[in-house]
């Protein structure tokens, strides 16, 4: 998600002068405005739909890491919980980029979307009627977490459908900005929920915010698919793995991603364990720093939404990359909550950086017939190795603590990333 174009000159302001005002049509100009994308109406539906659902995501996912927690006082089933929500991404991120090649959009979008709905009301009935159990927390969530999977390539490749060729990028920057607004809502709202009147009410917020989403994917209008031939499955996937394995490029900026999902994003399943017995915050300081991250992602996207087309975005990949790793090593060995949340800010800008900057290459450089496979495996990369960290930090921390295990997980990926830097030059020269 990497980006074109910065404000128009607005001229100098003297000590006593307002500030001046951008005017809408300069924001939406096709040309240079920040939120261009946001004039074609069909993905400007599609953006407020997924924003509102959004925002009860991660209502839900700080709701349900918190209940673990309580109902298992251990950081092991935090990582089991990771581990069970984010496993089918890699198991069925690669099935979901053939069905994107293959089915209409809007058909399996609304399927998908609907059975989120379904599990998030489930949750939420079983937690309010006082029947829940670890492991039925755990069904629901790879349940959830097979959707997901299977919905996250047609969602990547409907950012392009909806725009003009030329808006792709910023349409990916704008679909990283409102992703982590709701990251920063989702987590604030959580928290002050969870404080007053339990985690039930997140469930349940969460299974009617998908509405919002469901009215959008009926309303918006998705182009027409190209007519192609039709291979067999096997054959699709097969054909997927072989174009990654023939772009070296493209296949270093999988394994940049893999790395940041196994060695960094176990930090989200541990935050209940760092804000309850590291940092001493309670739920209301868990959404604080979950809502921190999500506040620096959002400012990462924002960067990314005025980055100029003639700039390389390669280099980019890999600093952020190493920014997000180193801290989250210092995050680790912080005991202030100030100074945890300033660390996770840098974290989740970096991260969007490094990973959206990822997404807006692939969207741009990969021909439209084999798309959906490799956006599939850019999914798989960014959640579907955070399973297995989440499983090996989760062990390190239930023997060493949670910021021993995450420091030493980040900080072989510092150095793993580095190594990349040097040694991979094609992924530097990428425009």
Same mark, same amino acid.
């Not at 915050?281 to 506040?295: C, N």
């Not at 297995?388 to 062990?395: D, E, Q």
């Given at each position: 998600m990497s980006r074109d174009s910065e404000l128009p000159p607005q001229g100098v302001e003297t000590p006593a002068a307002p500030a001046p005002r951008v005017p809408l049509d300069v924001l939406l100009a096709p040309e240079r405005g920040w939120f261009r994308a946001l004039r074609h109406p069909d993905f400007r539906l599609f953006w407020v739909g997924n924003f509102v659902s959004n925002i009860g995501t991660w209502m839900h996912n700080v709701a349900q890491g918190w209940l673990v927690l309580l109902l298992t006082n251990s950081p092991w089933w935090l990582g089991v919980l990771g581990f069970a929500q984010q496993l089918p991404a890699l198991l069925f991120s690669l099935p979901g980029g053939v069905l994107a090649d293959r089915i209409p959009r809007r058909r399996l979008l609304f399927t998908t979307q609907s059975t989120?709905?379904?599990?998030?009301?489930?949750?939420?009935?079983?937690?309010?009627?006082?029947?829940?159990?670890?492991?039925?927390?755990?069904?629901l969530a790879f349940l959830a977490g097979t959707t997901m999977a299977l919905n996250a390539p047609s969602y990547q490749a409907a950012l392009r459908d909806l725009v003009a060729p030329e808006d792709t990028l910023n349409a990916i920057a704008l679909n990283s900005i409102q992703f982590n607004t709701s990251r920063v809502l %989702? $987590?604030?709202?959580? &928290?002050? #929920?969870? !404080? @007053?009147? /339990?985690?039930? +009410?997140?469930?349940?917020?969460?299974? *009617?915010?998908?509405?919002?989403?469901l009215f959008a994917i009926l309303k918006v209008k998705f182009p027409e698919r190209e007519a192609r031939p039709v291979n067999s499955f096997r054959a699709e996937l097969v054909e997927g793995f072989h174009y990654v394995?023939?772009?070296?490029?493209?296949?270093?900026?999988?394994?940049?991603?893999?790395?940041?999902?196994?060695?960094?994003?176990?930090?989200?399943?541990?935050?209940?364990?760092?804000?309850?017995?590291?940092?001493?915050? %309670? $739920?209301?300081?868990? &959404?604080? #720093?979950? !809502? @921190?991250? /999500?506040?620096? +992602?959002?400012?990462?996207?924002?960067? *990314?939404?005025?980055?100029?087309?003639?700039?390389?975005?390669?280099?980019?990949?890999?600093?952020?990359?190493?920014?997000?790793?180193?801290?989250?090593?210092l995050f680790c060995t912080s005991r202030q909550p100030l100074l945890s949340a300033l660390l996770l800010a840098v974290v989740g800008g970096a991260m969007v950086s490094s990973v959206a900057?990822?997404?807006?290459?692939?969207?741009?450089?990969?021909?439209?017939?084999?798309?959906?496979?490799?956006?599939?495996?850019?999914?798989?990369?960014?959640?579907?190795?955070?399973?297995?960290?989440?499983?090996?930090?989760?062990?390190?921390?239930?023997?060493?603590?949670?910021?021993?295990?995450?420091a030493v997980s980040s900080g072989l990926a510092l150095v793993l990333t580095g190594v990349i830097a040097v040694a991979a030059p094609e992924v530097r020269r990428l425009q």
């Open positions: 989120m709905l379904a599990l998030a009301l489930t949750l939420a009935v079983l937690v309010w009627r006082d029947a829940v159990t670890v492991p039925i927390i755990i069904a %989702g $987590p604030s709202i959580a &928290g002050f #929920l969870i !404080a @007053a009147v /339990g985690v039930a +009410a997140c469930f349940f917020l969460n299974a *009617l915010s998908y509405l919002a989403l394995w023939a772009h070296r490029a493209i296949l270093m900026l999988v394994v940049v991603v893999a790395m940041v999902s196994m060695f960094g994003l176990p930090y989200l399943v541990m935050m209940p364990a760092f804000a309850r017995d590291v940092l001493q915050v %309670g $739920p209301t300081g868990l &959404g604080y #720093l979950v !809502a @921190a991250s /999500g506040a620096g +992602a959002l400012l990462g996207g924002l960067h *990314l939404a005025t980055w100029k087309p003639h700039r390389r975005r390669g280099p980019l990949v890999l600093a952020a990359a190493l920014v997000f790793f180193s801290a989250l090593v900057t990822v997404n807006s290459l692939i969207q741009t450089v990969v021909p439209n017939w084999i798309r959906g496979r490799v956006l599939s495996m850019h999914t798989m990369a960014f959640l579907g190795f955070t399973p297995l960290g989440s499983l090996l930090v989760g062990a390190l921390a239930e023997r060493w603590g949670p910021p021993t295990a995450l």
